[in-house]
């Protein structure tokens, strides 16, 4: 992504870099997603950054900043994806990394994190709590700011200059798919939507006459409502347990306000799915388009789906599915899509049986 630095305003002697960006664009093959004479879909395979999610962007940003800055590490909350993220691009600039992680955080991601060092900390109230994450953000940001640290909060409330690097994606899609007419994109804190949105309006898309935006579509679980409830007018968190389960996603209260404007400005709209709607749109991802993505990597796809049987999707619309996460950082749900297909005991005799199963007759 360092090939947009200067449009970053990153001088490059100072950046720090492990591959991130330049995911690549690819078409959609399964025949509910392809249908002939139907809308063209896309899947940005942001899962195929370094530590597997979009979030390496942001690190790789956070970086540079800390490096030009002479700031003293990170310190941020995290789901999993953000904390590996910072916690990789820390082992590689050689800088510490404090990380406060929601409760419910899933295994694969913990482990991840940790395996880089990061110095850790469960907390019972983020992801679960309605004040919670809210009151930590506050609290880590003000710390930051007194000691010297930068505050690794991916949402621009926070962090407006690391968010940027999100933005690159919007600055990839322009070269790769100018003809898009939606994106959608999945909805934890709202970062991920607002940088899409602030990536174009920064490349002069959408400003005066010429060429629009695409529709931003933004996907969320029917148990986090956040962005709908930001839209009605609230902006307080949750008042109320989340209920779904999908990790990345458990987000009480949005962290990026511009996660509104990105649907209105753009004449967007949000589609609220539920958990099995997203682990539905997970397997088809896994066995007919062979990616291998997390529940809230493919619930972008699952908001497409059910637009699509709304008819809320167009034949002529041109559709990029941002695909967040990899698959192999939740082991509990890479066990649910392979629970259909077990692996099965044989002898070096059976094998010989085995391959007469898919003979062919003349």
Not at 31 to 50: C, D, H, I, W, Y
Not at 194 to 214: C, D, F, H, K, L
Not at 235 to 246: F, G, K, Q, S
Not at 266 to 281: C, K, L, M, P, S
Request: hydrophobic share 45%.
């Amino acid at each position: 992504m360092w090939r947009f630095a200067e449009l970053l305003g990153i001088d490059p002697s100072v950046l720090v870099s492990l591959g991130e960006g330049d995911t690549p664009l690819l078409n959609a093959t399964c025949s509910r997603l392809g249908q002939p004479g139907g809308p063209t879909v896309s899947f940005k395979a942001e899962f195929q950054n370094p530590t597997g999610s979009f979030k390496d962007r942001i690190a790789a940003m956070s970086s540079a900043i800390i490096a030009r800055d002479g700031l003293v590490g990170a310190i941020g909350t995290s789901s999993g994806n953000g904390g590996a993220a910072i916690a990789a691009y820390g082992a590689r600039a050689g800088y510490p990394v404090i990380l406060f992680t929601i409760s419910g955080i899933v295994d694969g991601k913990l482990q991840q994190i940790l395996a880089h060092g990061a110095t850790t900390n469960i907390v019972a109230e983020l992801g679960s709590a309605t004040g919670g994450a809210l009151d930590v953000a506050e609290s880590i940001a003000a710390m930051a700011a007194e000691q010297g640290w930068l505050a690794f909060l991916t949402g621009a409330r926070y962090a407006p200059e690391a968010m940027r690097g999100a933005e690159t994606i919007a600055f990839e899609l322009i070269e790769q798919r100018a003809t898009a007419t939606a994106i959608y994109v999945p909805i934890g804190g709202g970062g991920l939507l607002a940088s899409i949105w602030r990536g174009y309006r920064r490349m002069g898309v959408g400003v005066g006459a010429g060429q629009e935006i695409p529709r931003l579509i933004g996907v969320q679980p029917t148990g986090c409502p956040t962005l709908n409830r930001a839209l009605a007018g609230t902006l307080d968190p949750l008042d109320e347990a989340l209920t779904t389960t999908i990790s990345g996603l458990q987000v009480p209260v949005l962290f990026d306000f511009d996660a509104t404007a990105a649907i209105t400005d753009t004449g967007g709209h949000v589609v609220e799915v539920t958990d099995e709607q997203a682990w539905d749109a997970q397997r088809i991802l896994a066995r007919h388009e062979g990616l291998f993505v997390e529940p809230a990597g493919a619930t972008a796809l699952a908001g497409v789906l059910s637009d699509l049987e709304a008819h809320r999707i167009a034949a002529d619309d041109d559709v990029v599915v941002i695909l967040s996460g990899a698959g192999h950082k939740d082991a509990v749900s890479a066990a649910r899509l392979g629970g259909d297909n077990p692996p099965r005991h044989i002898a070096t005799g059976d094998i010989a049986s085995v391959l007469a199963e898919f003979e062919v007759s003349p």
